[in-house]
């Protein structure tokens, strides 16, 4: 986008606001995501644990 005309103090100040709350969201995700990374990965190690178990007992091995 090209401005046509020099932007207001009151634009650039809510530019700002908006980008900085913008990057507030996104750390607050990239957090969250994080956070709860371990236990995600706990289940899926134990779903497929139980699967390997239940083809080994099907499959007599």
């Given at each position: ?45 134990a779903?497929?644990?139980f ?11």
């Amino acid at each position: 986008m090209v401005w046509q005309y020099p932007p207001t103090a009151k634009q650039l100040a809510w530019t700002g606001c908006w980008f900085a709350a913008g990057l507030a969201l996104i750390a607050v995700g990239v957090h969250l995501s994080y956070a709860n990374v371990e236990p995600q990965r706990a289940r899926a190690k134990a779903r497929a644990d139980f699967v390997r178990d239940y083809i080994r007992r099907k499959l007599g091995d």
